[in-house]
Each structure stands twice: as structure tokens, then as C-alpha cells.
């Protein structure tokens, strides 16, 4: 019985000389394709059409370009002004607020109290006040009456004119008489005489007995002869008062008589301003009751501006700390970019310049922009030192999200309406010039040597070799 054909080895040897041959014939054609390549066409028949592009006008502009985040433009830190325990929490993470609405509140009691007991410290410092200008004024009445009175009764009573009805008596060596021509406030001086006869004739006196008091004070005390039987005792009238507050004392008598009687003065400055303390007292008593007044309004927190709760850092019960954040909020109605640029970059960044900015949940779309702020001081990245920058939207998306990514970029160089070439069409020879592929009407191409400008993220600027409409090789 006939099983079938017997398998041999032999019936497979076509297949594979036929594998050989097809491997064989696709090297061939490889080699051929890579050897075209090198040689290139060898005359304009053999030529391969290229893409040519026109050279036009328009904006050639340079930019740099980096990645941030959306930020509200404007962000509070908000806290108490005192430490005490939450007693109400009117805000929610996420939630919209509106400028002078109560975000959270804590006891109040013990700023209250200190507020009460500060304006009773004022009113008491304000009343002493009044009294002291009150016993200030009785004062100054009584010291002007006695100044205009008792001065001059006190200087009258100190001054003793001389007795018309007694005459000295001569020594001696001589004697003295009275001259009725002086003024009495002056001292007369003794005549001396020659010698006198033996007896003691008595002169007649000649000065006229006063009948009133002098017209003016007396400058000092008149005193006796230096030969007279006595000095007169000196008096202080306690009317002078010099600035540092000391008392003027009296003249001493002087002679040969009896006793000099010097004067004595007590006077003495006094021990403090009554009043100008007070006033130091309700200036104090002031500053104290408004700093009791700052801790009781630092027991509310209000929001200041429209925005978005950002972050609350506690809830009703919880203990607080004087000066800690406990509500962050943000003004999502303005946002804003924020990102850093390499130095290099930076360097040609200048608040002013034009912007666009993309976001991740607009895809397409791109959204005009300026930056505002570029940061003086830099931040170390790794090994490469970046500043920060700031864009505002000319009109602010709607639907960003707050700490979102977005794309920036920003022109640092722009020319209008200049002759220019796509940035691929431009090359360079082997001795560095700029150049451009000109294909010729017969198909072949030429290298042109241009003059170029700006170069920018897509076009080139070209300053001199071109003409609007002329034809380049595109890449």
C-alpha cells in the first residue's frame, strides 16, 4: 500500500535559490538609489523638481519662550491681630467672596475688657488735666495781683530816707553835711575839710523834710558815712526772681557802727509742671486705647478685596497665634504668568514687550499679553541662574485655573515690513557667508550670497541679494 511521496531534502533547494536571488537583486538597487543621491542630476534634463518659495514682506520677529503657571494677580495673606480660639468660620476652601464680607471671627471678651479699661484710664488722665489747668490759672492770678502791689510797698518799707533834724557830728579830721541837691536813692559822699577851731559848732541843715514818697525805687539802700554812727541793715523784698528761679536778697548796710545786716534771699525754683505732666498722662493714656482698639478689631478677619479662598488654615475650636495666616485669598478676577528665563534670554527681556501666552486647556488658541515685571535679582536653577518674569493678559481667558500650566512667549526683537526668507532657506558656505539656492529658468540651481538682518523664529531678514519675488529653494 502506497503511503504517499517520500519526503526528501532535495525537493526544497529551488526555494531557496529563488531567496537568493530576490536578496541579491534588492542590494543592487539599494546601491544604485545611495549612488544617484551622491552624484546628483548631471544636467537640467536629468534635474529633480525642488520646493522654491517666494521671498515676500512682512514682521520678522525673535522671541524667547518658556513655561509657567497662572497666578491670581493680586494674593492676601490674612490673619488675627490677637491669639485666641475660633468661635465662627463664615469661608469655605474655593469659595467666591466679596470685599468687606466676615471671614472668621474669635473671642472677643478679653479685647473688649482691655478696650473698657483703657477709655476709663483716658477719662480719668483728661479730668486730672482740667484741674491742673484750672489750679494753674488761680495760680498765675494771685503772683500777678501781689507783683503789682507788694513790690513796691515791700521796696518802700525797705528803704528808710534820711532824718533832716539830726546832723552828724563832726570828728576830728572833719565833718559831714548834708547836701539838699541829691536825690535821695544815692550814697553822699563826705566833704573833708581843713582844720577846724576848738569847739563844736553845729551846722544848720538845709535839706527840706519829704512829704511824700519818691517818685521811683531807689536803686540801693543809702547808706551812712563811712564816720557815721552806723550801717543801716540791708532787707530783701522777695519781689526779684531770676530765670533759674533763685530770690534777689537785699543790700548790706556797711560803716563803722554796729552791725552790716546783710540780706537774705530764699528763692527757689519749683519741683515740676503740673500740667505738662497731665498732658503726658493723656498722651499715654491715648496710644494705650488705641492699641486696645487695634487687638479688638484684629479679632475679625474681613476680606479686603473680591476674590477666591485659597486656603483656610483651621476650623471652629482651634487655637490661633497672633499674626499667622489663617486665610489665603486670591484675586482670580485678575490672573497673570509667571515665569523664569535663563540669563541669556533674560537679558534681552524688557517690561513693555508684546507676549503670548498658551494654556493647556484652550489648545489652539493663543492669548496676547505684555510683560509687566522682570526680577532684578536672580535665582540659582541647578547650574543655570534664572529670573523671574510677570505677564498680564491683555483680556483674561475664561476657565484658567489657578496654579495651571501655560506656555510664554516673548518678542525681544521685531522689524516690520521686511524683505524676508523662511529661516530654512538660508545657509551658509564654507567660508561662513550667508546664502541662498536660486534655481535658473532651465531648472538648475545657483548659490547667491545675501546680506541678512534679524533672524527670526520663522523668517530671516534679508537686507541686500533679494528682491520681493524672487524664487529661493525652500530648505
Given at each position: 500500500m502506497e503511503l504517499g511521496p517520500r519526503w526528501s531534502p532535495l525537493r526544497r533547494l529551488p526555494t531557496t535559490r529563488r531567496l537568493v536571488a530576490v536578496a541579491a537583486g534588492a542590494t543592487l538597487v539599494t546601491a544604485?538609489?545611495?549612488?544617484?543621491?551622491?552624484?546628483?542630476?548631471?544636467?537640467?534634463?536629468?534635474?529633480?523638481?525642488?520646493?522654491?518659495?517666494?521671498?515676500?514682506?512682512?514682521?520678522?520677529?525673535?522671541?524667547?519662550?518658556?513655561?509657567?503657571?497662572?497666578?491670581?494677580?493680586?494674593?492676601?495673606?490674612?490673619?488675627?491681630?490677637?491669639?485666641?480660639?475660633?468661635?465662627?468660620?463664615?469661608?469655605r476652601l474655593g469659595q467666591d467672596v466679596a470685599a468687606g464680607d466676615v471671614l472668621a471671627v474669635i473671642d472677643d471678651s478679653d479685647a473688649t475688657e482691655a478696650v473698657e479699661q483703657a477709655q476709663e484710664a483716658l477719662t480719668a488722665a483728661q479730668d486730672a488735666l482740667v484741674t491742673a489747668q484750672t489750679d494753674a490759672e488761680t495760680d498765675d492770678t494771685e503772683t500777678d495781683a501781689g507783683a503789682g502791689s507788694g513790690c513796691t510797698t515791700a521796696a518802700l518799707a525797705a528803704w528808710t530816707a534820711p532824718d533832716p533834724t539830726t546832723s552828724p557830728t563832726p570828728?576830728?579830721?572833719?565833718?559831714?553835711?548834708?547836701?539838699?541837691?541829691?536825690?535821695?536813692?544815692?550814697?553822699p559822699t563826705p566833704s573833708p575839710t581843713a582844720s577846724v577851731p576848738t569847739g563844736s559848732p553845729t551846722p544848720t541843715p538845709t535839706q527840706p523834710t519829704p512829704t511824700s514818697a519818691p517818685a521811683s525805687l531807689p536803686a540801693s539802700v543809702p547808706t551812712a558815712p563811712t564816720t557815721g554812727s552806723g550801717g543801716q541793715p540791708g532787707t530783701d523784698?522777695?519781689?526779684?526772681?531770676?530765670?533759674?528761679?533763685?530770690?534777689?536778697?537785699?543790700?548790706?548796710?556797711?560803716?563803722?557802727?554796729?552791725?552790716?545786716?546783710?540780706?537774705?534771699?530764699?528763692?527757689?525754683?519749683?519741683?515740676?509742671?503740673?500740667?505738662?505732666?497731665?498732658?503726658?498722662?493723656?498722651?499715654?493714656?491715648?496710644?494705650?486705647?488705641?492699641?486696645?482698639?487695634?487687638?479688638?478689631?484684629?479679632?475679625?478677619?474681613t476680606a479686603p478685596i473680591d476674590g477666591k479662598a485659597l486656603g483656610v488654615s483651621g476650623a471652629i475650636g482651634s487655637t490661633v497665634r497672633a499674626g499667622g495666616t489663617f486665610i489665603e485669598l486670591g484675586a482670580v478676577a485678575q490672573m497673570q504668568v509667571t515665569a523664569s528665563f535663563p540669563e541669556a534670554d533674560a537679558a534681552r527681556l524688557v517690561a513693555g514687550q508684546s507676549a503670548v501666552v498658551t494654556v493647556a486647556t484652550r489648545p489652539g488658541e493663543e492669548f496676547p499679553a505684555r510683560l509687566s515685571q522682570v526680577d532684578p535679582v536672580g535665582g540659582v536653577d541647578g547650574q543655570l541662574v534664572r529670573y523671574g518674569v510677570i505677564v498680564d493678559f491683555d483680556d483674561i481667558p475664561d476657565g484658567l485655573l489657578v496654579g495651571q500650566s501655560a506656555g510664554v512667549r516673548i518678542v525681544v526683537d521685531e522689524v516690520a515690513d521686511a524683505v524676508r526668507v523662511p529661516i530654512t532657506a538660508v545657509?551658509?558656505?564654507?567660508?561662513?557667508?550667508?546664502?541662498?539656492?536660486?534655481?535658473?529658468?532651465?531648472?538648475?540651481?545657483?548659490?547667491?550670497?545675501?546680506?541678512?538682518?534679524?533672524?527670526?523664529?520663522?523668517?530671516?531678514?534679508?537686507?541686500d541679494g533679494l528682491v520681493v519675488g524672487d524664487e529661493v529653494v525652500g530648505g
Open positions: 544604485g538609489a545611495v549612488a544617484y543621491a551622491f552624484a546628483g542630476p548631471t544636467s537640467a534634463d536629468d534635474a529633480v523638481p525642488v520646493a522654491t518659495v517666494q521671498v515676500d514682506r512682512g514682521t520678522v520677529t525673535v522671541a524667547v519662550a518658556a513655561t509657567g503657571a497662572v497666578e491670581p494677580a493680586e494674593d492676601r495673606q490674612l490673619g488675627f491681630g490677637v491669639a485666641g480660639t475660633v468661635t465662627r468660620l463664615d469661608v570828728d576830728a579830721t572833719g565833718s559831714a553835711t548834708p547836701d539838699p541837691s541829691r536825690t535821695p536813692g544815692t550814697t523784698t522777695g519781689c526779684g526772681e531770676a530765670p533759674d528761679g533763685s530770690g534777689t536778697g537785699g543790700e548790706s548796710g556797711s560803716g563803722t557802727g554796729t552791725g552790716s545786716g546783710p540780706g537774705d534771699a530764699a528763692g527757689g525754683g519749683s519741683g515740676g509742671d503740673p500740667v505738662l505732666r497731665a498732658r503726658q498722662q493723656v498722651t499715654a493714656a491715648k496710644l494705650r486705647l488705641a492699641a486696645a482698639e487695634d487687638d479688638l478689631a484684629g479679632t475679625v478677619i545657509g551658509q558656505s564654507s567660508d561662513g557667508a550667508d546664502i541662498v539656492v536660486v534655481p535658473d529658468g532651465a531648472g538648475a540651481r545657483q548659490e547667491r550670497v545675501v546680506t541678512v538682518g534679524i533672524r527670526g523664529d520663522q523668517y530671516v531678514e534679508v537686507t
